[in-house]
Nanobody
Framework: QLQLVESGGGLVQPGGSLRLSCAASGFTLDYYAIGWFRQAPGKEREGVSCSSSDGSTNYATSVKDRFIIFRDGAKNTVYLQMNTLKPEDTAVYYC??????????????WGQGTQVTVSS
């Protein structure tokens, strides 16, 4: 059974860092594009970053130069390293399979989400 499980969320002060993990089971992440999305209260879900199977990545303008997406094939896990966090980064973060190989901007299979709160 295909499953994605996020972890690593929590409460952090502005300027701090967090690393989110997206662990996959039931399939091999190597062949799929994996994206991170987030949804803040009262707002629509938005794409944050995506990693294609060939190693290419993309980022939303709001997180570029602060967030880094990377994979560990041995652990079948995709990570989102979040640095210089801002209060506006507060949201539930989800990882999702976007498709075979390439990022599409749309999630096909979703994890359950992990809460990130940036506050002093």
């Amino acid at each position: 059974q295909l499953q994605l499980v996020e972890s690593g969320g929590g409460l952090v002060q502005p300027g701090g860092s967090l690393r989110l993990s997206c662990a996959a089971s039931g399939f091999t992440l190597d062949y799929y594009a994996i994206g991170w999305f987030r949804q803040a209260p009262g707002k629509e879900r938005e794409g944050v970053s995506c990693s294609s199977s060939d190693g290419s990545t993309n980022y939303a303008t709001s997180v570029k130069d602060r967030f880094i997406i990377f994979r560990d094939g041995a652990k079948n896990t995709v990570y989102l390293q979040m640095n210089t966090l801002k209060p506006e980064d507060t949201a539930v973060y989800y990882c999702a399979v976007e498709g075979r190989d390439y990022c599409s901007g749309k999630g096909l299979y979703w994890g359950q989400g992990t809460q990130v709160t940036v506050s002093s």
